[in-house]
């Protein structure tokens, strides 16, 4: 069954299960265990994983027997629980998107924490050889560090998404703060590639009521996720690939990393499971 929407802090912001720990200083990094103890899997969950009892149907390539235990936050089960609805999303003010409606089977790839000299030509060119069109959610100090890569991602035609300037838990910011680190990153994106971000994703989807409030004015959409294989934490390729097999349905948006380490597994995975779903039947969009 669906769990409830229930991991809203008491200050009223929501707190998600992604603890991506790229880009983080070690300051930040105190913020990351506090947000896991506060979204900490259910007791007798071991590690990582915890059970989940309302796993998706797959894109027709499931591994049941060999699927890892729960890998995903009872907020995104609660999201990917309900199928989404026709057309774009209306979203309600405080609430970030969690899928796409381009109809059956369709879906969305994002790839945050980029862009890296290293593995993000590296996902481009598989992204080419498939004819699949992504969402690069960039670092502003990494498009600022990297601008080549960054207009390799654009001239691709790949979307590209505000990630902040320097990837920080937002819920630890004041508001000017939270309005710096996403304006600076929008002047870094537009100088590296002439676009200007339309939509934000936070770092660790930690979406305080500043951000949102903030997003409104700069006029830009605010991108959650559904589907997380973890794989910034390097769980192996296999793990990757079974994650996202087994949590994929329709609507469904994916979260991958270009950047924030070594995400050469990310890399190898893709090279298994994007061609799967293709045979499957997914199609890919943009949110
Ligand atoms: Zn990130």
Redo the contacts with the bound molecule.
Sequence with gaps: MATSFGARKPSGFVRHASR?V??VPATETRGVARVTVALSEPAGAAGPAGARADAPAGPGKTHPAASPPARQHPELTRHTARPPRRGQPRLAYGEPMYTVADGPKVVALTI??GPSPVYTPQILAILRRYGVTASF?MVGRNAAAFPGVAREVAAAGHMIVN?TWN?HDLGYLAAVAVQDEISRATDAIHAATGQRPGMFRA?YGVWPPAVFRYCARAGLTPLAWSVDPRDWSRPGVGAIVRGIESDTRTGSIILEHDG?GNRSQTVAALKIWLPRLLEAGYQFTTP
Aim: glycine share 10%; aromatic share 0%; with cysteine.
């Design positions: 991506h790229c880009c945050d924490d959610s990630h990837h770092p924030g």
